[in-house]
């Protein structure tokens, strides 16, 4: 499947998740592997300190990771853990998360993603995350 056909399947499924939809998630680059998931800021994101709220950022970084990990086992798949690290406020007009397969088994892969905050067009790193990615069992079977 070529590039473009690739991001356009991944921006069908993320339109598929009303959450996604809501914030104004966007799907800029997919590939066996990789994800790069753009995310506006705006005030309805913010917590009391006008930050972009940690969950918004925990969204783009476990959306980011997912589909980095879907598209390298080529398979449904979900999320079955992953930790993040806040390393700064997130301030500015968009975030960036970009993130990668690290390793690709046949049940789950290992993703890793850095999420930036873009501000007068320079990205700054503010969080940075690793998840474990699973295989979806088949929907005939009976586990």
Do not use: W
Not at 19 to 30: D, M, P, Q, V, Y
Not at 34 to 63: I, M, R, W
Request: with cysteine.
């Amino acid at each position: 499947m070529n590039e473009t056909l690739f991001l356009q399947k991944g921006q069908a499924f993320l339109a598929l998740q009303p959450l996604s939809t809501l914030i104004g998630a966007e799907l800029h680059a997919l590939t066996p592997g990789y994800c790069e998931l753009h995310v506006p800021v705006t005030e309805k994101n913010f917590q009391q300190n006008g930050f972009v709220h940690g969950g918004v950022v925990s969204y783009a970084a476990d959306n980011a990771l997912t589909f980095a990990g879907g598209t390298a086992l080529g398979v449904p798949v979900v999320t079955s853990e992953f930790k993040i690290n806040y390393v700064r406020p997130a301030v500015g007009e968009r975030l960036i998360a970009r993130a990668q397969a690290v390793y690709a088994g046949q049940s789950q892969a290992v993703c890793r993603c850095d999420v930036f905050t873009v501000m007068n067009g320079e990205d700054k790193l503010c969080a940075v995350a690793q998840g474990t990615i699973a295989r979806l069992p088949a929907k005939n079977s009976s586990t």
